[in-house]
């Protein structure tokens, strides 16, 4: 099911067609892998949300290329748009827009916005290209959210992606490998799609890209999402999650299980992971629980997160707890995925 690297130019354009042929293509970009299809495809957008099991209200976004004419997927960008499209764009910033109205609305989950991203990955812009070529207007975007089954954890490598979907023949789904991805986490989100009604823009999901960026570039704080706001991927308050449960622990707060030997709590012999900063002071070794250093660096944890979470779940652990990550404007995107990812377990297992 996976094309990896030789061929790239073959492959690229074999993935291009099956796009234009109204087919799935999984994906690299530089924040995690996609689950694509022609945003224009109606019976192709469905595709995805049949392989992720995904709700029919919940909306996808929109990757377009550097050269896209924006004007054919939104019916207005408003100037703070185009401020934030030349800080920004190609990189791991997704717009909230008005949506065009002969854009299918399936893309948007029945609302009267879109969701576009321009990616940065070489093998993402070099796909989109392709794509678009075979349009005969030029204007071809893919419809992609994160390439795994709805509310569990987001891919990074192309090896991920072929293992959650490897009930999918390659006819099915084609899979484009481009290396593990450079930031880890899902794209920032801001809202710029209710200006003409005098709403400034809006933060809807932290991402690699922060508050206080956006801040410098517009020159004025986002705003804070409202209940008004579109819905958009990844804002449900349980996502991301692994299949072993996640608990998170505060630093002077370590579980109970953790400092006697043999207290696993789960399943009689289970072993627990825990991912730890590396200045906390751990209780003696007991054979039961496996100890991991998380990155101190907000950008390095980000982008081994989700690898470590799928570590976790093939390492056969009944538990995973992960130290809480600083509460600092830094770490305000991985302490939503992480806070999301434990959102999904009930949390009955700390003292």
Known sequence: ???????????????????????????????????GADAENVQAVARIYAAKGRPANHPVIVHVTPEADLNYWASAIPEVARVLMDAFWPGPLTLILPRAPHIPPAVSGGQDS?????????????????????????????????????????????????????????????????????????????????????????????????????????????GRPDAAAPRVSGSLKAHYAPRTPLSL??????????????????????????MAFADLEKPPPTADVDWFTAPADPDAYARVLYDMLRRFDDGGYGHIFAQRPPVAPAWQAVNDRIGRAAAAFADDSLP
């Open 1 to 35: 099911m996976t094309e990896l690297d030789g061929g790239r130019v073959t492959t690229i354009e074999r993935a291009a067609r099956r796009l234009a042929e109204g087919g799935l293509v999984a994906f690299p970009t530089e924040t995690v892998y996609g689950l």
């Open 114 to 222: 879109i969701g576009l991203r321009c990616p940065s990955h070489p093998v993402a812009q070099a796909l989109l290209r392709a794509f678009a070529a075979l349009k005969a207007n030029g204007q071809g975007g893919v419809a992609a959210p994160s390439a795994n089954k709805f509310g569990q954890v987001s891919p990074t490598r192309a090896e991920h992606v072929c293992s959650e979907f490897a009930a999918m023949s390659p006819a099915e789904l084609l899979v484009l490998a481009g290396g593990p991805s450079e930031i880890g986490i899902e794209s920032t989100i801001v809202d710029v799609s209710r200006t003409a009604r005098g709403v400034g823009p809006v933060l809807l999901r932290p991402g690699h890209i922060s508050a206080a960026q956006l801040a410098d570039v517009l020159g004025e704080p986002v």
């Open 249 to 274: 622990f505060d630093r002077d707060h370590l579980p109970r299980r953790l400092t006697r030997s043999g207290a696993s709590g789960d399943a009689p012999g289970s072993r627990v992971a825990v």
